[in-house]
């Protein structure tokens, strides 16, 4: 379970249970999210601001759930399966992580292997294919993808910096309402699927005596900063 505290009102944004039962592994998710968009911007007055985010106006989306699955080793490999009919066949050989699911949706096949200092990732999903490249310089962990999103960590006296730089996606524009005299504004937003600007945050966190964890970040896509303080227990 878990809480957050903003603006000094709690709100529950963690609720699940996991456990095993011999090959059989069960997972439920109490928590159900609200992410509807309490301003619609285009509606309002018919006309398009530049301040709507693109997020859904109307929370129609039950993120409740339980699921059950298989995972049994087979030889060298492992094969899974889950309620939802998908089967995964996984296993390393020659020192490459090799993962491929035939699903309904597409099938999607992953590869994996450590080659002369580098962490190199490759996968197909539905016959398209991205990769992934991870390495270690002068004590700065350097990720590069084939999005050309761009992270390096590194320690400065006792904090955790992370920096990180996504690309742009193509830009999205709402077309001016026809009669109003109107221009075109961008969209910006975060949600994978959509369109947006490029934008980079630099997140530092240190571990304080107390066990909590405070960090504090800034993104450059909307000039935000934001402070937070964290207890695991």
């Known amino acids: 379970m878990g809480w957050d505290v903003d603006g000094g009102t709690p709100s529950l944004n963690i609720g699940s249970m996991s456990s095993t039962v011999g090959p059989l592994s069960i997972a439920v998710d109490f928590y159900n999210e609200d992410n509807s968009d309490a301003v619609d911007d285009i509606a309002r007055a018919g006309m398009p601001d530049g301040n709507d985010d693109g997020g859904v106006i109307t929370d129609s989306t039950d993120d409740r759930s339980v699921s059950v699955s298989l995972d049994a080793p087979l ?29 309904d949706g597409g099938d999607t096949t992953s590869a994996a292997a450590a080659i002369a200092g580098m962490d ?54 709402k077309s001016a309402v026809a009669g109003a005299g109107a221009s075109a504004a961008t969209i910006t937003n975060t949600n994978a699927q959509d369109q947006r600007d490029a934008f980079t945050t630099i997140a ?18 909307d000039s935000s900063h934001s402070l937070k303080s964290a207890v695991a227990f």
């Open 120 to 173: 190199i990732t490759v996968t197909n999903d539905d016959g398209s294919t991205t990769w992934a490249i991870g390495t270690t310089i002068a004590g700065t962990a350097v990720t590069l993808n084939s999005s050309k999103a761009v992270t390096a960590t590194f320690g400065v006296t006792g904090n955790t910096v992370v920096v990180s730089h996504t690309a742009k996606r193509s830009t999205k524009t």
């Open 204 to 221: 530092i966190s240190r571990a304080l005596t107390s066990g909590a964890t405070l960090s504090a970040t800034y993104d450059t896509l």
């Open 75 to 103: 030889g060298d490999a492992t094969i899974a399966l889950d309620d939802s009919g998908d089967v995964t066949l996984s296993g390393t050989w020659s020192g490459v992580t090799v993962s491929h699911t035939a699903s």
